[in-house]
């Protein structure tokens, strides 16, 4: 079997693979943040894109480039800064990164989501790849080249990340702007004007209330959990300061936006089904409307409690075997993530 055949085998699957509601249409599969890395050969290290979707099968996937990638690395118990990056490295390196994640989504056969028309169809089974940035740190201190990622179909933008930025303040490092600086309150504008999903994930509480003060869409917060326990701190293990509060979780589903769930075992617990019961948990804590899969998807290493789109699937047949409401499923399932997009894309004036 050729490349071309395996391809458009792995096409074919999803209504094959995707279970089946009480009214018998098919239940697909969304992730607001996903990564799929390129080795040094530029190929991928898991395999191509299409087969590992199909596996869900997953259509509506947030493939996150991570803009401060180079300039990172693990400290103890978290990531940290490893270097600075000299005027132009990140945007240069965010456009080499975004050419060759959209040369593997073409020759894979698959479809960039560019309108609220491209979300309507993966969310009726047509893959699609969402372009998403981990680290808006490309812009540097212009938010005018926000409409050049635009163009080139960015339209999911998580603001931060590990790196010291000139946007907002990031939580596993002490405050420096006191949450969005002028630079940041600018790009929220524009992207609200570009039609971006705006990601809040990774920055800290102050950002994330200013962003929500100001914001004309709603936002998401793509990936971690969500704590009513602890306010999470830059002192704290990493995992426990990339925790969302209660508070602003519920700050951030009032305006209409979505938290995700990631899959780190550490916090969600070491089965599939801890998993599953912990994101209804957080459909119970926020209204089923408002949470979704933020797998982090090839993010978390040997951490992840969930490590392909298959498990994903078992999720759903775990909630499915509890009788949960097949209207619940779905919206925690693809539909809540499909809405936040749409409502992003809805706000954008030419």
Not at 24 to 37: E, Q, S
Request: a positive charge; glycine letters at 8%.
């Amino acid at each position: 079997m050729n490349r071309r055949q395996l391809v458009a085998g792995a096409l074919a699957l999803p209504l094959a693979h995707a279970g089946r509601g009480l009214a018998g249409a098919p239940i697909f599969i969304g992730d607001m943040h996903a990564h799929f890395f390129f080795d040094v050969r530029g190929v991928l290290r898991k395999g191509p894109v299409a087969p590992i979707l199909a596996g869900g099968p997953a259509t509506l996937v947030a493939w996150s480039l991570v803009g401060d990638l180079l300039w990172m690395g693990l400290g103890h118990r978290r990531y940290v800064q490893t270097a600075v990056p000299k005027p132009g490295e990140t945007l240069g390196f965010f456009q080499r990164e975004l050419a060759r994640i959209k040369k593997h989504i073409a020759e894979q056969n698959l479809k960039i989501a560019l309108t609220a028309s491209d979300v309507d169809r993966a969310v009726k089974g047509e893959p699609h790849i969402v372009l998403a940035v981990e680290g808006a740190s490309f812009i540097e201190d212009d938010p005018g080249r926000l409409k050049a990622a635009y163009e080139l179909g960015i339209r999911h933008l998580q603001l931060v990340h590990y790196i010291k930025n000139p946007i907002a303040d990031f939580q596993t490092e002490p405050p420096e702007h006191n949450g969005l600086t002028d630079v940041g309150r600018a790009v929220v504008a524009e992207c609200n004007r570009l039609g971006i999903l705006i990601d809040l994930a990774h920055c800290t509480g102050a950002a994330v209330r200013q962003t929500l003060a100001i914001s004309t869409a709603p936002v998401v917060w793509s990936h971690s959990s969500v704590t009513a326990r602890r306010v999470p701190n830059p002192t704290m293990v990493g995992w426990q300061a990339r925790q969302l509060t209660l508070e602003d979780a519920k700050a951030i589903a009032r305006s209409g936006g979505v938290v995700g769930l990631w899959a780190l075992r550490q916090d969600v617990g070491a089965t599939i089904e801890a998993y599953a019961d912990r994101l209804s948990e957080l459909a119970d804590w926020l209204g089923e409307d408002y949470a979704a899969f933020g797998t982090d998807m090839n993010g978390l290493a040997s951490h992840a409690v969930i490590s392909s789109y298959a498990d994903v699937r078992r999720v759903i047949d775990h909630w499915e075997k509890q009788r949960m409401s097949e209207s619940r499923i779905r919206k925690l399932a693809i539909e809540n993530y499909a809405r936040a997009l749409r409502q992003a894309f809805a706000k954008r004036r030419a």
